[in-house]
């Protein structure tokens, strides 16, 4: 059965580490630099905050009150509150979820360790375009180097997992995100300084809406849920561990302020140096790994502050990993009965081997292009963008309109004041038309 979190403060570290992740200091960075800045940005945060933060609340209150993972936990509220067990399909395309995002994103966890070696070998001293450009494609131009890499960061992934949720990852994350926090001050210092940086901050927040596509939105709504680690049942499989007694209001608050505040830092490390070096923000998933080893070259102890980031990033990215694997684990140990070794064992190999479709995305099959683009891009676009919004989707309609009023106010507010009343609203209403108008506009239908 499961053990509960040691107080809330574990809580919150706990699913601040899945938020804060390579989504935020990767993806986020060089997808608003692919769809032309700041009215892309501005749609990410209404997302955040009006489709998101309830979307995580309703995850956190379904997952305390199953107190299972998230497919069998949908499965007993779904009997308990409408006689509807196949709700539990809903857990169900979570966990797929989690295990095509898990393949690529250990592939890219796989980068900042290789990064984590470079700047320990001071390599991007004085750095120049031309150099980083090299090292960049000289790892992924190597399926071998991102083979070794992807094993080694599902390795770590999945052996955490084996041993437990609770007794890493707590302590892992109270360290991590204040650390990697001041170091990514250190790195906007320098951004002020030497980047470009009033142009980098126009970039951000001053929005052109003539940018924004339909698909800019679509894919600005799936980053708010990627981000968020929200839609597929992550956060609900750690609300199961929540004290009965700890705000869910309060902690879905803290996490998501957190998580939106960390990318739009790493946004503003990002442009100025961008813009300083004449580099292109649209060139895509390398942008991180072309910005920050420029600025680490200029900066004195560049190669420390570096290896410390990178080390950090990595941290990030497996607690976020870890979080990705978990929810798989758990639902391999309470119903198929497996023991948590064997389960980790089983699911990290699975995603090892999917992993590699991703791999061979950035070298031999770059230039295999279906639907999206390559496998990766496959890969990323289904789950982002259409997975996690319509797992979100069907969790807020589950918590809002299938939960009686009673359940979910005992869970998040049993005065049920204002903020429960606001929530309820924006589970209702909302996030459900929100989630459908972004979709009809992206297929093209108010065209
Ligand atoms: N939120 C993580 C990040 O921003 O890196 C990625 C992620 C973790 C997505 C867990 C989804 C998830 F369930």
Redesign the pocket.
């Given at each position: 059965m499961h053990g509960q979190w040691s107080s809330r403060l574990a809580f919150i570290l706990a699913v601040a580490g899945?938020?804060?992740?390579?989504?935020?200091i990767w993806?986020f960075p060089y997808i608003a630099g692919q769809n032309g800045g700041g009215a892309f940005v501005l749609v990410y945060l209404a997302c955040v905050f009006l489709v998101g933060l309830p979307i995580m609340m309703s995850e956190v209150l379904l997952g305390r009150r199953g107190r299972r993972n998230p497919m069998s936990t949908m499965r007993i509220l779904g009997e308990e509150e409408a006689g509807q067990p196949q709700w539990q399909l809903v857990g169900l395309g979570g966990l797929i979820a989690?295990f095509l995002?898990l393949s690529y994103?250990s592939v890219i966890g796989g980068w900042t360790l290789h990064y984590i070696l470079l700047s320990a070998q001071d390599s991007f001293a004085n750095a120049d375009a031309a150099l980083v450009n090299e090292l960049f494609d000289g790892l992924v131009g190597s399926v071998g180097k991102l083979a070794l890499w992807h094993s080694v960061f599902m390795g770590l992934t999945a052996g955490v997992v084996a041993r437990g949720v609770e007794q890493g990852l707590e302590s892992a994350v109270r360290f991590m995100v204040p650390a990697l926090v001041l170091i990514m001050l250190a790195l906007l210092g320098y951004a002020i300084n030497s980047g470009d940086f009033e142009r980098g901050l126009h970039f951000l927040f001053d929005p052109d809406f003539s940018k924004l596509t339909p698909t800019a939105i679509l894919i600005a709504m799936g980053q708010a849920f990627?981000?968020?680690?929200?839609g597929?049942?992550?956060?609900m499989a750690y609300g199961a561990y929540l004290p009965q007694d700890e705000s869910i209001i309060k902690t879905s608050i803290a996490v998501v302020s957190t998580?939106t505040a960390i990318a739009l830092l790493a946004g503003l490390v990002i442009f100025p140096i961008v813009f300083a070096n004449g580099l292109d923000p649209a060139e895509g998933p390398g942008l991180v790994f072309h910005t920050l080893p420029l600025a680490l070259g200029q900066m004195p102890g560049g190669a420390l502050v570096g290896t410390a980031f990178f080390i950090l990033l990595a941290f990030?990215?497996l607690t976020?990993?870890i979080?990705?694997l978990e929810p798989v684990v758990a639902w391999l140990v309470e119903r198929r009965g497996m023991r948590r070794g064997a389960a980790g064992l089983l699911a990290g190999t699975g995603v090892w081997l999917l992993g590699w479709l991703t791999i061979v995305s950035f070298n031999v099959a770059a230039d295999v292009k279906l639907l999206r683009g390559t496998f990766f891009d496959n890969i990323d676009f289904l789950t982002s963008n259409i997975m996690?919004p319509l797992g979100g989707f069907f969790v807020t309609v589950f918590a809002g309109w299938v939960m009686c009023a009673n359940s979910s106010a005992d869970e998040l507010d049993p005065s049920a004041g204002i903020v429960y009343r606001t929530w309820r609203l924006l589970a209702r209403y909302v996030v459900p038309v929100a989630v459908t108008l972004v979709f009809l506009n992206a297929i093209g239908l108010f065209d």
């Open positions: 899945s938020a804060v992740g390579l989504g935020n993806k989690s995002i994103y990627f981000s968020l680690s929200v597929m049942g992550a956060v998580d990030a990215g976020s990993a979080s990705l996690l």
